[in-house]
């Protein structure tokens, strides 16, 4: 498949250009497009995250063209760019700005795709080393961030390779600053800032300081005033926003079903409270209905106590006026005896 020519005749100079870039290169259509327009560019960037010099590079072509500005036949179709360098070795390159969560599963997929390359018949000896090569506008590992890193099948043990021909490597373009000498040295850090800028004078710096970087600045202006690249950029800007809006509204949603939960489980924890409060009460209550049994019973015993001591009080005072009226009558009779002479005599 063949690339149309889609360079305007009548674009403004590239190094007079200021302002906003319309479509930054980690559009991943713009990506594809500059790198499948300009293999100079493809080159540089080739060189810089292999970290290899140009004489190392003898061919370096991609193996999946598109016919740059026509309909990509779907939003969601794919973009990454598979390359062959030097007849001996396939990449495959991927720019993702949206993180959906299956980065890791993704890639290893993609990249078992492109391992698996032999015809019916051919011998094992033949395959091609394969490098997985993703850029990533997130990181792909919070807890463990790093600008760009490799990964390839070792034993944990030993850290013994068990082959070089299946890698993975990720280059994160949110923690360019955490780019090392060797990163540095290769210029990946100033691609990764070329994928990043928002205006063509951070471009025409980081263009002024790298060749190859330059020619990929150019091929971008370039693409930049064709109405049909627009397009295409734009409906893949129109797609990773539909994305971010549709995790906006599962996180949305994530966040209402937590706050419902939290909700539910503060009123599972109010109601358990109650019925603790309710319990203690009833048991409160049931403590003072017995304490009034008790009261009412040591009253009623006291009031039979009263009763029985108001019985005997009764009767001793009964025979105490017995005993007065008796006393009473014998003081008479001894009065009597005395009037009558009878003092000493005995009644």
């Known amino acids: 498949m063949t690339s ?10 590239f190094w007079d250009t200021c302002g906003p870039v319309p479509y930054k290169m980690s559009n ?39 016919i740059l500005g026509e309909s990509i036949g779907g ?16 990449i495959n390159l991927e720019m993702q700005l949206a993180n959906q969560l299956n980065w890791k599963d993704r890639s290893l997929s993609y990249l ?32 463990h961030p790093e600008f760009y890193s490799t990964f390839q099948l070792m034993n944990p043990k030993t850290l013994q390779v068990y082959s070089s021909h299946f890698t993975l490597r990720v280059l994160d373009l949110t923690h360019i600053s955490l780019a090392v000498k ?4 290769f210029h990946t850090d100033s691609w990764a800032k070329l994928f990043k800028a928002n205006t063509w004078e951070e471009i025409k710096m980081l263009a002024s300081e790298n060749e190859s970087i330059a020619e990929a600045a150019k091929t971008m202006f370039e693409l930049s005033t064709d109405e049909q690249i627009r397009k295409r ?13 549709y995790d906006r509204a599962i996180a949305e949603n994530k966040r209402v079903i937590a706050e419902n939960e939290r909700t539910i489980a503060e009123n599972k924890h109010t109601i358990a409270e109650n ?20 009261n009412e019973h040591t009253i009623a015993e006291n009031e039979r ?43």
């Not at 950029?233 to 809006?245: A, I, P, S, T």
């Open 4 to 13: 149309k020519k889609i360079v305007s005749e009548t674009a403004l100079p």
């Open 28 to 66: 991943d259509y713009m990506f594809r497009a500059v790198l499948q327009q300009n293999n100079k560019a493809l080159r540089g960037l080739i060189c810089s995250l292999l970290h290899l010099t140009q004489q190392e590079i003898v061919s370096v072509k991609i193996t999946n063209p598109v």
């Open 75 to 90: 939003k969601e179709f794919r973009l990454d760019v598979n390359v062959n360098l030097n007849n001996n070795t396939f």
């Open 112 to 143: 078992c795709r492109s391992f698996d390359q032999l015809a019916h018949g051919q011998d094992y000896g033949v395959i091609y080393p394969v490098i997985h090569i993703g850029i990533l506008d997130y990181p792909l590992f919070p807890s």
């Open 182 to 185: 060797e990163d540095k040295d």
């Open 233 to 245: 950029c734009r409906d893949r800007e129109e797609y990773y926003q539909d994305l971010k809006n």
């Open 275 to 294: 019925k603790r409060v309710i319990a203690e009460s009833k048991r409160v209550i049931a403590e003072n209905e017995r304490m009034i049994a008790e």
């Open 305 to 347: 106590t009263i009763t029985k001591m108001q019985g005997e009080l009764s009767d001793t005072q009964a025979k105490l006026t017995q005993a007065n009226e008796k006393l009473s009558e014998l003081e008479q009779i001894a009065v009597w005896a005395e009037a009558h002479g009878y003092k000493n005599a005995g009644v």
